[in-house]
Every structure is written in C-alpha cells, then in structure tokens.
C-alpha cells in the first residue's frame, strides 16, 4: 500500500457492504455530467472517472467464464481532480458524494478550528473553479 499525501493516514470508512468497484479513468462523453462530489459540470469532452460497480461477487462456470457478464452498472462520475484527491486520501472507502465533507470532518478533528477563528479554511472546501477541457 502506496502512503497518501498526509503519510500513512488514511481518511476512510468501514463499509460492511460487499460489491466491486471498478473505476475507468479518462473516459469522455458527448454531454456534460455531473461529478458526484464537488457537483460541478463536466462538460462534454472532458476526460472523468466513471465508476462501475458489481452488488455481489461474480460466479464462475466450471471452466472458469464468468457468469451474466453484463453485472456491472454505473455507480456515478467524478472530475479528475476530485478522483485524485479521493484516491491520495480515502485509500479503504469513503461514501460517494462525501469526499469534501469527510475531508472537513477530518481535519476538524486533528486540528480543531477555534470558535473565534477568523483563518480562511477555504481550502476545505470543494473547488468551485469551471472544469476545463482537459478535465481540471
């Protein structure tokens, strides 16, 4: 296991849930969507993340073919930047559409925030900036 941009600390939940999660990386669509977690338009064009998931695990025949091959479905679509943050920090799990909260929660926690503090925690927050062709 790779370490993430704040060591070997990893920001992540236990889902007790089981089903397989496939992401394809750089895929690009005719229209925009939406990502799933900073809720800004992807336009079309734009390379993403669209995530495909499995509810159970695959069965197999007994030469080893996997069974109703078509159990994949769409989960939902993440910007490269929100892909890349939630792969440098949620190594084991996150909720879909919690990466930016589950950030703040965290770091609240490791660094409270004094009730009188006027520092910009800005950087928390997820961008705002319109996703340019390239994906970012």
Known sequence: MTGSMMGDACICVDYEGTYLDYDEVGVTDESDKLCSECHRTI???????????????????????????????????????????????????????MVWSMIRDHMDEMMPFEEDDDGDESWLDPPTKPIGPNGW
């Open 43 to 97: 336009p079309a064009g734009a390379p993403h993340v669209v995530h495909l998931v499995m509810e159970e695990e695959p069965e197999f025949d007994d030469e080893g073919e996997q069974l109703e091959a078509d159990q994949w479905e769409e989960s939902h679509r993440e910007c490269l930047c929100c892909s890349s943050v939630r792969r440098s920090l949620f190594e084991c799990g996150w909720y879909i559409g």
